[in-house]
């Protein structure tokens, strides 16, 4: 595939390593370099590329000529995520999004910018997904379904048709949801859980088959 896109990553853990390796074997994106906050860069380098701060981003990769990646995964509850996300388009940054040629995304889909889409994921007809969404490996987007900002979707999770998925949730692996369900947002969803009614309350998690609401936690709170 030809390289026509200056791509730098922000990130230096697994999920960083994880996209180079995507961007440079299945994209149109050349990787140039990655980036974190100052205060937790401890080498030059990392992946053989230049691992520069964040906050002088723009003198080693100005945004006239590199896209941005954020390659945070759902840390707390995709907030970190986010807020770089949010601190780059301040910034004047285009957000890449990558979509494996191995997934099958309808024509008519729309997804955002600075997604994440892996391998063996089907999206339906009229799917929408918004910005800041990672879908992991092996999911089902069903038609006319809705994924809001800034969620993370694991792996092998069923969303049937005409779901809606808030802003900044969690979906455990192995979840389910039935036709025409929602999930509210800042919601984390356990695995092996089945949604077959909508779940209303936000920053809830959610266990079980039927999905019921554990009272005592809050979803912010939790460790992922």
Known sequence: MKKNKKLVIVGAGEFAAIAYEYFTYDSEYEVFGFAVN????KE???YDLPLVAVEELESHFPNNEYEAFVAIPA???????TEFYNELKSRGYKLATYVSSHAFVWRNVEIGDNCFIFENNTLQPFVKVKNNVILWSGNHIGHQSIIDNNVFVSSHVVISGYCHIGESCFLGVNSTFNDNTTIAP?????SG???NKSLEEENRVYIGSPAKMLPKLIAKKMKL
């Open 193 to 195: 859980s089945l949604v």
């Open 44 to 46: 030059e380098t990392y």
């Open 186 to 190: 800042f919601s984390i969803l356990g």
């Open 75 to 81: 840390s707390k509850l995709n907030q970190l995520r």
């Open 38 to 41: 100052k205060d937790y860069i």
